[in-house]
């Protein structure tokens, strides 16, 4: 059977080279058993495509995940993401023979040889910038950002002997680990006037959590205790783009409003933890100034989160009073008391934002904390736990004595006082409710009319 012709291979290399991992693997799984030449040959393109990003994956890891954007959004050192498989290409078009010795890992050529491919990177970076970057890509930041490419791969062996400590300088590193961090930023700064903030941005964008890098830039030089290292050094950018990412979550979460979309409950308080979460970490890592503007700004993050949080707790208590609202009724003579209203819809505008609002209630026990809003939050865990495990009784009562008129809606009612119980972490409350339901709803299931008469 005839096999792929050069045209099929190319259009197969670019579209192969396009596909995002998932896909590359799903692919090769799909055409694993498939009979035939042509199979078997893109059986073997599949395969080397991966084994190349294997490959390409070891010898830039000290960069790689520079080539795009962060997912928390803090502002970082990146560089287009298809510059990428050029800069690899061109990296070892000149010694092609020595790729083999990358398979395994454990082989002592393995690493030598990944830096010899970052240093030929760099020399293509500044040889041909044309062939790495296009001059149509990006050109308003292009000659910086190459620049700062050919620096970085510079720079890349002493990254690459960096990265596996990075989890025990962000922890408790001895005299040793801490004398081996600012070894390596000495080194980079023989290198590069500005080698430190370079690797940095390096050791930067291996970090999920962004605040993180704030423990490695306070050891990074025995000043670092002092107050005022900081913002006096070239590395205060950092921290201004951890602040710039608390303003624009804080002026996110004043725009918040519940049950407009699915989404927005799960946005919003990753918003607050991660603002708890820095403000927590500046509080522990660095001795601020009150007077200076990172102390002002980190006071006017707390603050405005703290109002926020306070009109959210006020906010909940009322939307609960709108998703199951109660309604007056006569006792007797002058007598009147409040119950459960039955005829309450158990979907619609209010349900929604009741749900929103107590699902943030419920996620903010660690972050209201940190703003000192605990207390009152709490406060209306503890108010809301009694009134809607009341509502769910009274509703269950009526049930019970054949007082509902719609048994099936009243018990509707009672599972949305449950969810909201469990969304606000009173889990006892709510299984005593559904316990309670699951009995009245089976007598009211086996309970017809003419049982009901008898």
């Not at 962004?210 to 921290?239: C, D, P, W």
């Not at 009152?376 to 009526?398: F, N, P």
Request: charged share 25%.
């Amino acid at each position: 059977m005839s096999g792929l012709t050069a045209a099929h291979r190319l259009a197969l290399a670019a579209l192969i080279g396009r596909c995002p991992e998932t896909v590359l693997k799903a692919v090769s799984a799909a055409v694993a058993a498939l009979p035939g030449g042509r199979a078997a040959e893109l059986r073997l393109m599949l395969a080397e495509e991966m084994r190349d990003r294997v490959r390409r994956a070891f010898v830039l890891a000290p960069v790689a995940r520079m080539f795009r954007t962060r997912p928390d959004g803090i502002a970082s050192m990146t560089f287009p993401p298809s510059v990428l498989p050029r800069l690899w290409r061109a990296a070892i078009e000149g010694e092609p023979h020595l790729l083999p010795r990358l398979d395994d890992l454990d082989e002592p050529d393995a690493v030598p040889v990944a830096n010899r491919y970052c240093l030929s990177a760099a020399s293509a970076v500044r040889d041909r910038p044309a062939l790495i970057w296009p001059e149509d890509l990006e050109p308003a930041r292009r000659a910086q950002g190459l620049q700062d490419l050919a620096a970085c791969l510079d720079l890349a062996h002493l990254a690459r002997r960096g990265m596996p400590s990075i989890e025990v300088w962000l922890k408790r590193p001895d005299d040793d680990q801490l004398a081996e961090l600012r070894l390596l930023v000495k080194d980079c700064s023989d290198i590069h006037a500005d080698g430190a903030s370079r690797l940095l941005e390096m050791l930067f964008s291996q970090l999920d959590d962004a605040v993180l890098v704030l423990r490695i830039i306070t050891r990074t030089s025995g000043a670092a205790g002092r107050r005022g290292f900081l913002s006096a050094s070239e590395l205060a950018g950092f921290v201004d783009r951890l602040l710039d990412g608390a303003d624009a979550r804080v002026a996110r979460l004043a725009a918040y409003q519940p049950g407009q979309t699915a989404d927005g409950v799960n946005e919003a308080i990753a918003d607050l933890d991660w603002c708890a979460g820095v403000l927590a970490e500046l509080d522990v890592t660095l001795t601020l100034d009150p007077d200076s503007d990172w102390g002002r700004r980190v006071r006017d993050s707390r603050v405005k989160v703290s109002a926020w949080l306070s009109g959210l707790l006020r906010t909940a208590d009322k939307a609960v009073d709108k998703a199951l609202p109660l309604a007056r009724v006569q006792m007797g003579g002058r007598m009147s008391r409040m119950a459960p209203r039955l005829d309450a819809p158990s979907r619609g505008e209010a349900a929604d934002a009741a749900l929103a609002l107590l699902r943030l209630v419920g996620a903010t026990r660690g972050a209201a904390a940190t703003f000192g809003s605990e207390a009152a939050r709490k406060t209306l865990v503890d108010a809301l736990t009694e009134r809607l495990s009341g509502y769910a009784d009274e509703i269950l009562t009526m049930v019970n004595d054949g007082d509902a008129p719609d048994e099936a809606h009243a018990l509707r009612l009672v599972s949305i006082a449950a969810r909201y119980l469990e969304l606000i972490e009173a889990k006892e409350a709510a299984r005593t409710v559904r316990r309670l339901a699951a009995v009245a709803g089976g007598a009211a299931a086996t309970s017809g009319p003419s049982s009901r008469a008898a």
